[in-house]
């Protein structure tokens, strides 16, 4: 999950119920926002080079990387993965107002590490031992015979069993998608009488799903990992598209239609963001 704060901007949509939840998780108070979609358009573009520098959070001492950004429009926060705060700095920012802008929001920073903390580990590279997140459930990579690995049912064969096995178990991963959620969106679209053109698995970095004008249903292969019943939700929140494009009361009429526990599927899909990784 990435986490921003902006510099006040009155005008910015508070919370975008994105197709496929590319949304959100935002930060009330302190006029603090976290806006997923800014920090994936920056990273398209180019940036000056970064200016590194520490900040204390708490008992903590944060590295801290202060890049401009010609592109930005205001002060960005955001706390990476590996623990740094890294500022954007907009366009006739300088790095005295940013690291200003850092201190000023320490303790936003300080919810941020504790939030890290709450949330199940997930390493980056998966070896034997390691739990990974498959059709919901937690389960525990193990060696099994002759060069093969195995974690819950499933069971493949890897070149050297010692390795990083996230490349070998991800493919296996996006294979089992591609083959099993087209035939879910199938069964869902027949069972709702619901029309759509194809459905294409992808390795997005950003969202769970999105429909396009042509009728094309897109999913992210991690879905794979998730329970059923979100898998279904992000489905069905596609398929809803076909009748609204849009997110209108009267689409979150049809999602509540189609798939009546869908705020608990939400709830997971936000507390799980950092798949998208
Ligand atoms: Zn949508």
């Excluded at 930060?27 to 520490?54: E, I």
């Excluded at 890049?67 to 705060?85: E, F, K």
């Excluded at 690995?149 to 996230?166: H, M, N, T, W």
Aim: aromatic fraction near 8%; glycine fraction near 6%; include cysteine.
């Amino acid at each position: 999950m990435q986490r921003v704060a902006t510099s006040p901007a009155p005008n910015l949509e508070a919370s975008i119920r994105c197709c496929g939840i590319k949304l959100k998780r935002f930060h009330s108070g302190n006029k603090l926002q976290t806006f997923v979609m800014f920090d994936q358009f920056f990273k398209s573009s180019k940036t000056k080079p970064a200016m590194a520098d520490a900040l204390q959070v708490g008992t903590r001492t944060v590295p801290l990387l202060m890049v401009h950004h010609p592109r930005a429009r205001r002060y960005l926060l955001r706390l990476r993965p590996d623990g740094t705060a890294r500022v954007t700095i907009p366009r006739h920012g300088s790095i005295h107002a940013a690291r200003e802008f850092a201190e000023r929001n320490v303790a936003w920073l300080e919810q941020q590490f504790q939030r890290l903390a709450a949330q199940p580990k997930m390493q980056h590279g998966w070896m034997v031992g390691s739990e990974i997140l498959f059709r919901g459930e937690s389960v525990r990579v193990e060696t099994d015979t002759d060069k093969h690995i195995r974690f819950g049912p499933e069971r493949l064969k890897v070149a050297i069993p010692s390795a990083d096995l996230r490349p070998a178990i991800q493919k296996h991963l996006r294979q089992l998608a591609a083959k099993e959620l087209p035939a879910r969106v199938r069964e869902l679209a027949a069972t709702h009488e619901i029309h759509y053109s194809r459905v294409s698995v992808r390795n997005q970095k950003s969202r769970w799903g999105s429909c396009s004008r042509r009728g094309t249903i897109s999913l992210n292969w991690r879905l794979i990992q998730a329970p059923g019943m979100v898998r279904d939700y992000i489905i069905l929140h596609e398929l809803a598209h076909r009748r609204h494009m849009n997110h209108s009361d009267r689409f979150w009429r049809e999602v509540a239609r189609l798939c009546p526990n869908y705020p608990a599927a939400e709830q997971w899909v936000k507390q799980n963001g950092g798949l998208l990784r």
